[in-house]
């Protein structure tokens, strides 16, 4: 809060602590109570006329407190006011330093720039001088050249003037038409020479897998020789064996037909000793067997029974 806008009870209080003791001494100045012998109405006359002298002091220093503090915002506006000018003449003196060091960089980029252009237009020039001194050199070669073919041109001039030409140029143009000629006819030649070694090395190549297949074929037919020697060797053991068989099966047959003979005598003969005698097919050899098998049985059976009643014969 400014000294301006101050409250009334503050102001007061300010001048009571900035002018109380100032009063103070002004008061004992004047004659105390027991000094004076005047009337009181006297007295209060006297103390009313200091009181306004008091009060006159008071408005004085009031009025010029009051001038002070308007004299001190004014100063303060004007130190805001002159801040505020301040701080933009320092934004606008930054602006021009930011503006001119731009500048100053731009400035010399610029200054590098054209450094470095004038060392090119240097490179440039000590380039295009050794330039110009070799097609001068060239021009001192092509002159001695023209010297020294200057006999040609002459000896050009005596065929035109002993053959069919009429001008040097046709002879140059025949000698250029040979020349293309020749050329072409050594550039067939070498591409049917190339044809030809291309031609070789894909029959060298064709030879090479035809070889090599034929390699492979011949590897083959041996091993087809080896299996087929294999296979006739076994051929010949599985004969042998083949014959073997074939006999064994011969007597295992003839010995199976005795058996089956002799089964069917001892079935015949069997049938005739049973009461009830069992329907078998004469080829149905098993159920012959059964049979047979079963009448043993029931003679053992037998057997054992009588044996058994000797036994208990001879016992008794």
């Known amino acids: 809060m400014s000294l301006g806008t101050m409250e009334e009870e503050d102001l007061a209080e300010y001048f009571r602590l900035q002018y109380g003791e100032r009063l103070l001494q002004l008061l004992q100045k004047f004659p105390s109570i027991e000094e004076q012998s005047e009337s009181p109405s006297i007295r209060l006359l006297e103390k009313k006329k200091e009181a306004q002298i008091l009060h006159r002091v008071m408005e004085e220093k009031k009025e010029t407190f009051k001038r002070k503090m308007e004299s001190l915002n004014q100063r303060w506006e004007d130190l805001a006011v002159k801040e505020a000018q301040l701080k933009a003449h320092m934004q606008k003196f930054e602006q021009f330093i930011q503006d001119n060091d731009q500048k ?152 199976l037909g005795t058996i089956k003979m002799a089964t069917l005598n001892l079935f015949q003969m069997v049938s005739k000793q049973l009461k009830d005698s069992p329907s078998v097919s004469l080829e149905d050899t098993h159920k012959q067997l059964d049979v047979i098998q079963q009448y043993i049985q029931d003679l053992s059976d037998i057997l054992a029974e009588v044996k058994k009643k000797e036994q208990q014969q001879i016992r008794v």
């Open 104 to 255: 100053r960089i731009r400035a010399l980029k610029k200054a590098n720039k054209e450094r470095e252009l004038k060392q090119l237009r240097v490179q440039e020039l000590a380039k295009a001088k050794q330039e110009i001194v070799a097609l001068w050199l060239k021009h001192q070669r092509l002159s001695s050249k023209l010297q020294a073919y200057s006999i040609f041109n002459k000896y050009l001039e005596k065929v035109v003037e002993n053959s069919e030409f009429e001008e040097i140029q046709e002879v140059i143009a025949r000698y250029k038409t040979l020349v293309s000629m020749n050329h072409d006819l050594m550039q067939s030649v070498q591409d049917g020479q190339e044809k030809i070694e291309h031609a070789k090395a894909r029959l060298a190549h064709y030879m090479k897998e035809k070889g090599d297949e034929i390699l492979q074929l011949n590897n083959q037919l041996a091993q087809l020789q080896m299996r087929y020697d294999r296979a006739h060797s076994n051929v010949i053991v599985w004969e042998s064996r083949w014959a073997h068989i074939q006999n064994t099966a011969a007597k295992k047959t003839l010995l």
